[in-house]
Each structure stands twice: as structure tokens, then as C-alpha cells.
């Protein structure tokens, strides 16, 4: 199994609404990593875990809120977001070496703040 | 900080002809990686290169890292349709954090029939 499975594919808000995304592999990877990517843009890393522990936080703002509670899963909650927050929510996960290997990106969610 | 810079932006090719984008740190890079993203799609993993002046082959492409690390070129010999989407190059610099992936722009292949 060498997929990275993240749910929900589409996700609509409102700015007051509290909701998660969620991301699942069982490659045995125990970094994973939350990106944000725009259109046209290339992927901006927010956060990185490494062995369960938040290794990497891009002055990401604090109405995201990751977690990571085991080696094989990864949530992003979300609360209080603004419109400009809509994007592509890219999760992806490798393992962890000194030297950095291949991420396996998951498909996304296309997430809509209205 | 670390950047990496990627051109061309956009490339419009007739299909079999070459192609070659090409990305350029401000720093030595430990190793760079190149992913393609396909329109409405994820990025996936090509390929990474880690030594100085490597050069990597996967049929059609070929991957190479410059003698002083940084930079890359990607090059694709005789493009069909189904190269089309856009090509990242991604560097980590020395010192650097696990997973401190820096993407460049992309370049956006388009390949007409």
C-alpha cells in the first residue's frame, strides 16, 4: 500500500464553522506533513511531524490546528478561517533520514471558505 | 532564506519535441527532487539526486544536478501528451530540518497533438 489517503476530496465552510481534514497512510512513514498550495502555485509547507512530534511549524496561524494522534494518521483542524485560507490541502508522509526521501503526497482536499 | 527559482513558467510544445526546465538555488543544496503534478491532480515523486554533477536517466527523462549543488535540470526527449502538467523541482539545504522541502515555481508543460 503506498497511498496517502486524505478525506474529506471537497470541503465548503463558513469562517465560523470548525471543522477537520484528515490524512492516512500505512506505509510505516513516521514523517508527515501538512501543505497548503494556491493556484498555480507550488505546495507551501505548514507543518511537519516527525515520530509523532510537531518538528516544523511555518508561522502557520493558529486558526490551523494540527495533530497527530499515531504513526499512521494526521489531522488538520480548522476554525475561524478567512476566504483567502481557500486552497488545496496537500497531506504527505516519508521516511525519516537524514537526508531527505520521497514524499507521497495524498490527492488533497479542495477546501472553499465562504 | 534559502529560495529556489524554476524557469520557465509555461512551456507550449508540439508534441515530440524536447523539453528542459531548469531550476537554480541561492544555496548548495544536500539533494534536490523533482515532482509532477498533472492538472486537477497531487504532486508525485520523479525522482531525487543527491550527489554533486549526477545524472539520472527514466526512459524519456533526464535528471541532472549541477557540480556545485545547485541547480537542476529536467529534460524530457520527444514530449507526448501525456507529459503534459507542471514539473516542480524541490531542494533541502544543509542544516536543514527533515522534510524542509523548498518547491520552486513550477513549469507548466502543455504539449499540442
Known amino acids: 500500500d503506498t497511498e496517502v489517503t486524505q478525506t474529506p476530496k471537497h470541503l465548503v465552510m463558513g469562517m465560523t464553522n470548525k471543522k477537520s481534514l484528515k490524512c492516512e497512510q500505512h506505509m510505516g512513514h513516521r514523517a508527515m506533513y501538512w501543505y497548503k498550495q494556491k493556484a498555480k502555485k507550488p505546495p507551501e509547507l505548514m507543518f511537519v511531524?516527525?515520530?509523532?512530534?510537531?518538528?516544523i511549524n511555518e508561522s502557520v496561524p493558529s486558526r490551523f490546528s494540527p495533530e497527530c494522534p499515531n504513526s499512521s494518521l494526521l489531522n488538520l483542524h480548522l476554525h475561524a478561517l478567512q476566504p483567502e485560507d481557500s486552497a488545496l490541502y496537500l497531506c504527505?508522509?516519508?521516511?525519516?533520514?537524514?537526508?531527505?526521501?520521497?514524499?507521497?503526497f495524498g490527492q488533497g482536499t479542495r477546501l472553499t471558505v465562504v | 532564506g534559502q529560495q529556489v527559482m524554476q524557469i520557465p513558467q509555461y512551456q507550449h510544445v508540439q508534441e515530440g519535441e524536447d523539453f528542459t526546465t531548469y531550476c537554480n538555488s541561492s544555496?548548495?543544496?544536500?539533494?534536490i527532487q523533482w515532482y509532477k503534478q498533472r492538472p486537477g491532480g497531487h504532486p508525485v515523486f520523479l525522482i531525487q539526486l543527491v550527489k554533486s554533477g549526477e545524472v539520472k536517466k527514466q526512459k524519456r527523462l533526464t535528471f541532472q544536478f549541477g557540480e556545485a549543488k545547485k541547480n537542476s535540470s529536467l529534460h524530457i526527449t520527444a514530449t507526448q501528451t501525456t507529459d503534459v502538467g507542471t514539473y516542480f523541482c524541490?531542494?533541502?539545504?544543509?542544516?536543514?530540518?527533515?522534510?524542509?522541502?523548498?518547491f520552486g515555481k513550477g513549469t507548466k508543460l502543455s504539449v499540442k497533438p
Open positions: 544555496t548548495t543544496l544536500s539533494n
Open positions: 524541490a531542494g533541502t539545504g544543509y542544516g536543514g530540518s527533515q522534510g524542509n522541502l523548498i
Open positions: 511531524y516527525s515520530y509523532e512530534k510537531l518538528s
Open positions: 504527505a508522509s516519508s521516511q525519516v533520514k537524514v537526508s531527505n526521501t520521497e514524499a507521497f
